[in-house]
């Protein structure tokens, strides 16, 4: 059963358009969510998150959107840049424990 | 700083065989976690540490698989009689306490079980 679904493998964009990564939950009781990003032979580092009361949260080229009634959050990457290409995981949190989706990878052409 | 590191960052083993992976969290981060990640799939939630403590081990898979972290920082997760179906990358993880948002993620153990 799984909790945290991220339906699409793989994105690719060009370089300067936006990126939007989906993902869908099935729990209504998560606290927040967040979004990691992977590059190759590293661990995932933490990129944005959204508390399950916000709907939007933004930080620079990042904005993360929290749909609750459709249980469902996007990650909205504007310029894209090459840079940017790794795999993308989202996160749902109940207190500590976080559960992933099978994550997205981006690929940002130039 | 020094983030979260792991040892060995690739271990090969064979079949039966017992394997110990080492986790070094951030420094005065009390919250330590470890994840299994298997080909094609997110990271799986093994256990959680508070302190000295294993708060959460639910996510073990049997009893083959043990963690410790007898000082309240270093970890060493512990698989006993190891199978094939355990070759996945180890990840840990730390944060400042459990509420904190954020887990830092060290670079994982690449483990292979032939």
């Known amino acids: 059963d799984q909790q945290v679904k991220q339906n699409s493998p793989s994105l690719s964009v060009q370089e300067g358009r936006i990126s939007i990564l989906n993902c869908d939950y099935t729990n209504s009781m998560f606290d927040y969510f967040l979004w990691y990003k992977k590059y190759p032979a590293e661990g995932p580092t933490f990129l944005i998150s959204?508390?399950?009361?916000?709907d939007k949260n933004e930080d620079g080229r990042f904005t993360v959107f929290l749909n609750k009634s459709a249980k469902h959050l996007s990650l909205h990457i504007v310029p894209s840049q090459p840079g940017d290409s790794a795999v993308y995981f989202c996160?749902?949190?109940?207190?500590?424990?976080?559960?992933f989706g099978t994550g997205t990878r981006l690929k940002v052409l130039a | 700083g020094a983030g979260v590191s792991q040892t060995p960052s690739n271990k090969v083993t064979e079949k039966g065989k017992y394997v110990e992976l080492r986790c070094d969290p951030i420094?005065?981060?009390?919250?330590l976690y470890w994840y299994r990640q298997s080909l094609g799939q997110g990271p799986e939630f093994l256990i959680y540490?508070?302190?000295?403590?294993?708060?959460?081990d639910s996510g073990l898979p049997n009893d083959r698989f043990f963690a410790v972290r007898p000082e309240g920082s270093v970890s060493t997760l512990k698989i006993q009689r190891t199978e094939r179906g355990d070759s996945a990358v180890y990840l840990c993880?730390?944060?400042?306490?459990?509420?904190?948002?954020?887990?830092?993620f060290g670079p994982g153990t690449r483990l292979t079980v032939t």
């Open positions: 993880a730390s944060s400042f306490s459990q509420g904190d948002n954020e887990q830092y």
């Open positions: 420094s005065g981060h009390t919250a």
């Open positions: 540490f508070q302190g000295t403590g294993a708060a959460d």
């Open positions: 996160a749902a949190v109940r207190t500590y424990k976080y559960i």
């Open positions: 959204i508390s399950s009361i916000k």
